[in-house]
């Protein structure tokens, strides 16, 4: 149980980035202003959760390209929450962390979380396949 505690404050940075993306998304708003009404009560780990958005804003079109040559689907018609579940997965691995079986774990935590079991089985492929 003490190895969960430690990384919990990672799982709620990683969750943080997919709720802000997901608001950056549908809002078509800034990092910045979201960030700026962004609250998350519970202790999180503040340079992992900038690191992941940062890099995601830098790269979002290189981590696109890399899914669509990895994975054959029509990312148009995936759910937005979804999709930034992915990407965002694939962004920490390629820039900030690059063990995929911690990755593919904690946004298969966060998908089985906040997203459909459907989902969570795709992501699973997708995730394995792309990184």
Do not use: W
């Amino acid at each position: 149980m003490i190895a969960n505690k430690k990384y919990k404050p990672q799982l709620i940075a990683r969750e943080s980035a997919v709720k802000i993306l997901y608001q950056m998304k549908i809002k078509d708003d800034s990092l910045e202003d979201i960030m700026f009404s962004f609250i998350e009560k519970r202790p999180y780990d503040k340079e992992l959760l900038d690191k992941i958005l940062n890099h995601y804003i830098a790269n979002s079109e290189e981590i696109v390209k890399l899914l669509k040559s990895k994975f054959d689907i029509s990312y148009e018609n995936m759910p937005i929450l979804d999709l930034c579940i992915i990407h965002l997965g694939v962004c920490e691995f390629m820039f900030i962390n690059n063990s995929k079986n911690i990755i593919i774990n904690e946004y298969l935590n966060i998908a089985k979380k906040y997203s459909s079991p459907k989902m969570y089985t795709f992501l699973n492929k997708a995730l394995d396949k792309t990184l």
